[in-house]
């Protein structure tokens, strides 16, 4: 239904796209996702023929686009774009009604189909109850959602959304990206530059990765959203898991490590244990864990933010190379934090560790092992700049907040 083959675009004598070849089949649903200044937009512009590229070829449903009137590329192409200007005080209604403008001629008045496009795109949008008012009366948000009805109306083969969530409630972010993957599914083709991975994740059955204006990465979201290739478009760590409840990636940033920064060591098996790591992993402190059953809960966080993990079938004696693999992290560790249940290898390291710590609120911290707060463990690791930043503040109020 799309196709990018080629495609360069210069705004000025700046390159702003380099060579984007994409194919977007009927029925898709992808996600251009990358930092800002990427190309997303552009890119988005030279889909409905906004921006004429300055080399390759652009086609809707076969029609190219640059050499298409505006009247055909509307009725090919909707889009709902990143901010919203409505020049005069229209009501509600005649704003999304302008969607129909390219399915008829200019003298032609509305007829049934476009009335019952209008009242539906209203209703599948939750605005239908602001048809009577001015479009100037309504937040931010709300005009957003009137701007996809608008382009709901229009009822194109093609919807590209602008950063559609952006200006929205979590209730309307989650309506609105349901109602573009329930438009896929009925075989519209969408496409939509969505700043939240977590968001893109679990409604596009596609994403694409942009980075300096090229495509670093294209595919179902799970083999795109990986945290070498997010570091590398974003320039920031990350950890990428599993949500729980949607069973799709989910994408955690992480604060970088300070050169020359601490390492600790995490004993402990459990969710007390993947808890502790992403916290310490979250103030920026290299992080190594094990012995640790595979599969657990602290298994799968070390994997996707620890530096070195030594892992070991769950039920089964500890076998002495993976024993002998822990004790070397440990030596060469700063300090050792004990999270969760210990035994075997792991208590017999925690026991002879010259710094054996546990963070406060752990559940049943052993004997041998100081309980401290994040602040107290960087000063006990002599970083006290850390420590500083760690410790709980006194607002104006009086009021402890961390």
């Not at 030279?46 to 080399?55: D, E, F, H, K, R």
């Amino acid at each position: 239904m799309i196709e990018l083959d080629s495609v360069g675009v210069e705004l000025g004598e700046t390159p702003v796209l380099e060579d984007v070849s994409l194919d977007v089949p009927e029925g898709a649903f992808l996600a251009l996702v990358g930092p800002n200044g990427a190309g997303k937009t552009t890119l988005l512009r030279t889909c409905n023929g906004i921006v004429s590229p300055t080399a390759g070829q652009v086609r809707v449903d076969g029609h190219d686009v640059t050499s298409s009137s505006p009247r055909d590329v509307g009725r090919l192409v909707a889009t709902v774009p990143q901010t919203t200007r409505i020049a005069f005080e229209f009501d509600v209604a005649d704003v999304v009604a302008m969607g129909r403008t390219p399915h008829r001629g200019r003298f032609e008045t509305a007829d049934d189909d476009d009335r019952t496009a209008v009242e539906s795109a209203l209703e599948r949008t939750d605005t239908a109850r602001f048809a009577d008012r001015s479009i100037d009366e309504l937040s931010g948000g709300e005009r957003q959602r009137v701007v996809l009805a608008r382009a709901l109306a229009q009822e194109t083969p093609v919807l590209l959304l602008d950063e559609p969530t952006a200006s929205l409630d979590i209730n309307h972010q989650v309506r609105t990206l349901a109602l573009a993957r329930e438009l896929a599914t009925a075989g519209r083709t969408v496409v939509a530059a969505i700043h939240d991975l977590d968001l893109a994740a679990r409604f596009c059955d596609r994403i694409a990765l942009l980075s300096d204006g090229s495509i670093l990465a294209d595919g179902p979201p799970e083999a795109v959203l990986t945290a070498e290739r997010l570091e590398s478009a974003f320039g920031v760590r990350t950890a990428v898991g599993t949500n729980p409840v949607t069973g799709t990636p989910a994408v955690t940033p992480l604060a970088d490590e300070p050169p020359g920064g601490h390492r600790v060591h995490v004993l402990g098996r459990g969710t007390d244990a993947a808890r502790t790591i992403g916290r310490l992993v979250e103030r920026g402190v290299a992080v190594t864990v094990g012995v640790v059953p595979e599969g657990d809960a602290a298994s799968v966080t070390a994997r996707a933010v620890a530096r070195e993990v030594v892992s070991a079938p769950p039920f089964e004696p500890v076998a002495d190379d993976r024993a002998a693999a822990a004790a070397d992290l440990v030596d060469r560790a700063d300090a050792v934090v004990v999270a969760g249940p210990i035994e075997g290898p792991n208590e017999r390291l925690a026991r002879e560790s010259a710094r054996a710590f546990a963070l406060h609120g752990a559940s049943d911290p052993p004997e041998y092992a100081d309980t401290v707060t994040d602040a107290e463990l960087f000063e006990a690791l002599g970083d006290a700049s850390r420590a500083e930043r760690t410790r709980p503040r006194v607002d104006d109020g009086g009021a402890r907040s961390e």
